[in-house]
């Protein structure tokens, strides 16, 4: 779940949890909004951890391929 996915499900549940007083027969709002926060702040965590700690940001090369040892190689002077 991205990101902006699951801020907007804590926004969605904080608005139906705090801000709605209407009553619903069978449904519970307020229940349906905590629920709703908390799918997103789980989403939240997940995402975040997947961005910083799960995903390899190294560049890989294959084991026979010479890695550059230069962030920019010289060029040709004229």
Partial sequence: MP???SLAL???GAILHFAITAHVSG???QTVGTIL???GILG???SLMYTFVWADHRRRYPPDYD???ERYPPRDRY
Avoid: H, Q, R, Y
């Fill in 44 to 46: 939240l965590i997940l």
């Fill in 67 to 69: 890695a550059p040892t």
């Fill in 37 to 39: 926060m908390l799918v």
């Fill in 27 to 29: 449904v519970d709002i």
């Fill in 10 to 12: 804590i926004a969605a």
């Fill in 3 to 5: 990101i902006g996915t």
